[in-house]
C-alpha cells in the first residue's frame, strides 16, 4: 500500500506552490503592463481601476516568497527573509491604508511611472484602503506560516485563519466584479482593482494550503469509495457554479431593469420640463403680443413721445405697463425710443437699458415679430436677465417703429427655481440649461456643486466631447452616459428646447443610480455564498456519513471474520485428527490439540518436514472463487515420546 500521508503532503504543497506562482505572475504582469503602457494588462477593461504599482510589487513579493518556502521548506535563510518580506509588507499596507482612507495619497506608490488621470473620481496608482486590509491579512498569515516552520495541528492551524478571512473578502470582491457592480466605485475611496482580486484569491488559496499541518494520519480508502469522493467533489464544483451562474443572470437582469427604471424616469423629468420651458416661453411670448401690432397702444405712446409725458397719454401709457408687470411677475418694464433712450420705466428708475439690448437695438426694431432674448448679463458681471422685446410700430405704416417695449424677466423669480426643483427627492439630481456658443458650451443656470453665477461656467467642445451637456448640443437625444463639469459619472436625458437655441439636461450621479444595486448586490452575493456554503456542508454531511458508513461495514467484516475464525479453530480443536496450518516455509502457525500432543509442546513455530505427495487440482471449500492445490500422502513421523507413526496427510495449500 503506498504511503498517502506523503501523497496527500506533496499535492498540497503543488497547489500552494502553484497558486503563489500565478500570484506572483498577477502582480509582474500588472507591472509590466504599467511600464509598458497596457494598463489593460493591470485592470482588465478600461472602465475599471488599474493594480497600483505598490500592490503589484507586494504581490510579486509576496508570490515569490510563498513559493520558495513550498518548495525548500527547511531553508532557515529564506525563512528569515520571508519573515521580513511579510513584516515590512505589512507595515507599508497599514501606512497607505491609512493615508487613503484620509484621501491622501503619495507619489511614491507609482514606483517612478507616470501615471494620470482618474477612475470613477480616484486618482489612479494608489493603494486601495481594502487592498491595504488584504495585504494585512495575507501578511499575518504569512508571517504566522514561517514563523510556525513545521508545526503540526492546531498551533499551525491559527495561520490559516487570517487565510480564510482573506479568501472570504477577494471572493466577494470577485463576485461584485462578476455581476458588474464593483465595490468602492463612485464612492470617493480608490476601489481595489480587479486583477488585485484575482490575485488576493490566489494568494489565499497559496496560504491556506501552505497553512496546513505538516502531517495528517489517513485512513487509506476503498476505490469506490475514493470514486464516491472524488464524485462528491465533482457535484460541489458543479452546483457551486449553478449557484454563482444564477446568481450573475439574476442581477444582471436586475441591473438591467433598473437602469431602464431610471432612464425612463430620467427621460420623463426631462420631457416635463421641456414642455414646461415651452408652454412658459410661449406665455411670455403671448404677453409681448398684446402690444405688438396693436394699434390703440401705438396711438398713445406716438402721443405720449410727442407732447413729452405731460398729457393724458403719459397715464395710459403707465397704466397698460403697470398692469401687464402686476400681472405677470417682470421684473421690470420700460421702453425705449428708436435711438435707445430711455423714456418710461416701471418702476420708475434711471438705470440703463443694459448693453445687450442696446448692441441689439437695430435688430430687434427691425424684426418683425415678438422677440425673447436668451440669458445674459446685464453689464460685465452684473445680474443676468431675459427680456421680452416689442417693436412698437408707428401709427403711419410708412413711418419708422417708434421704440422697443422691454418685458424684463428676473430668472430667478420662476426659471431658475423651476429648474431646480426635482420631482422625488434626490442627493445629486439636476437639470442643466446650456446653449452653443462657437467652440464652447455655456451653462446657462447656477449649478449645483459648482460656485458662480450663471453663464460663468462653459467647457470646450474639442476638450471634453464625453460630456452629455456637449452631447445634447450636437443633437444627440435620449439617454447618455459621461461624466459632468465635475468630472464624476453621470446618467443625463438631454434634450432639445423646441424653436429656442437651449439644450436640456437631466442628469443624476451614476452612484446614486447604482445605489439600490448595491444594497441587492450585497444580499445576492450573500445568497450565493450561503448556497454555496450549504451545498458545500451538504456534501461534508454525505462524506461523513458515507465514511462513516464504510468504517461501519469495515468493523463488522472485521468482526464477523473473527467470529467466523474463532468458529473454525473451535470446531478444528475438537476433531480427533491431527490438524496443522504452516506457512509456505513448512513452519507450523496453529496445531490442535491432537497435533500438539502428537508432535511436542513446542510445535508452533518450528519447522516441520512433510512429505508432500501427488496433487491434484481442487476447489476449495471455503471459497468456491478461490482455487487450491490438494495434495495426498503417507510417511512415518516421530511423535514427541520418540515413536514413529505412519500418518496419511490430505493437505491443502492456498493459491
Known sequence: MPDKTVTSEARFKRWAAVAALLAAGTGGAALLGLLAGLPRL??????????????????????VTIFLHVRQPGHSRLRRAGLVIFGAGTLASLVLGLLALNRTYLTFEHLGMTLIGSVAGVPVGHMSPLTALCFLLAGLSGIGSLALGHGHGPCKRLAGWPALLLAMVSSVLLLAYLYGAPLLYHSGFVPPAATTSIAFFLLSAALLAQARPAT??????????????????????????????????????????????????????????????????????????????????????????????????DRRVATWLEKV?????????????????????????????????????????????????????????????MAVAVPVADPDPAAPPLGLLVLRIDPEAYLFPF????????????TLLVRREGDKVMFLNPLRFADGAPLDLHVNVSGAVALPAIKATQGMQGVVLGPDYRGVAVVAAVRSVADTPWFLVARMDQA????????????????????????????????????????????????????????????????????????????????????????????????????????????????????????????????????????????????
Open 325 to 385: 408687470r402686476d400681472a405677470y411677475g417682470y421684473d421690470r418694464v420700460f421702453f425705449v425710443d428708436r435711438v435707445g433712450t430711455l423714456r418710461y420705466s416701471v418702476p420708475d428708475s434711471d438705470e440703463p437699458p443694459g448693453h445687450f439690448l442696446l448692441d441689439q437695438l437695430a435688430t430687434l426694431l427691425s424684426a418683425d415679430a415678438v422677440q425673447l432674448s436668451g440669458l445674459h448679463p446685464l453689464y460685465p458681471g452684473g445680474p443676468v436677465r
Open 42 to 63: 493591470a485592470s482588465l477593461g478600461s472602465g475599471y481601476i488599474p493594480m497600483a504599482p505598490s500592490t503589484a510589487l507586494l504581490l510579486l513579493l509576496y508570490g
Open 216 to 313: 495528517r494520519t489517513y485512513t487509506p480508502l476503498s476505490a469506490a469509495f475514493a470514486h464516491t469522493r472524488n464524485g462528491l467533489i465533482a457535484a460541489v464544483l458543479i452546483l457551486a457554479m449553478v449557484i454563482i451562474s444564477t446568481g450573475y443572470l439574476y442581477f444582471r437582469k436586475h441591473i438591467a431593469d433598473h437602469r431602464q427604471e431610471m432612464a425612463s424616469h430620467l427621460s420623463a423629468v426631462a420631457e416635463l420640463k421641456v414642455a414646461e420651458l415651452v408652454r412658459w416661453r410661449s406665455e411670455r411670448l403671448g404677453d409681448g403680443s398684446m402690444y405688438f401690432r396693436n394699434p390703440d397702444f401705438s396711438v398713445l405712446v406716438r402721443l405720449f413721445l410727442d407732447r413729452g409725458g405731460q398729457d393724458a397719454p
Open 419 to 430: 429648474l431646480r426643483r426635482w420631482p422625488t427627492p434626490s442627493r445629486t439630481a439636476e
Open 512 to 655: 446614486e443610480v447604482d445605489a439600490p444595486l448595491r444594497k441587492l448586490l450585497w444580499v445576492t452575493i450573500a445568497l450565493v455564498c450561503a448556497l454555496v456554503l450549504a451545498v458545500g456542508a451538504g456534501a461534508g454531511l454525505i462524506w461523513r456519513r458515507q465514511r462513516a458508513r464504510f468504517y461501519r461495514q469495515q468493523m463488522e467484516t472485521a468482526q464477523r471474520l473473527r467470529e467466523l475464525s474463532l468458529r473454525q479453530e473451535a470446531i478444528l480443536a475438537a476433531v480427533p485428527d491431527i490438524v496443522i496450518e504452516t506457512d509456505g516455509d513448512q513452519v507450523c502457525t496453529w496445531a490442535n490439540g491432537p497435533g500438539v500432543a502428537f508432535f511436542g509442546a513446542d510445535l508452533i513455530g518450528r519447522s516441520v518436514d512433510f512429505h508432500w505427495g501427488a496433487s491434484v487440482d481442487g476447489d476449495d471449500g471455503l471459497n468456491p472463487k478461490r482455487q487450491a492445490e490438494v495434495r495426498v500422502s503417507e510417511g512415518l513421523y516421530r511423535r514427541s515420546d520418540g515413536q514413529e507413526r505412519l500418518l496419511a496427510w490430505r493437505s491443502r495449500r492456498l493459491a
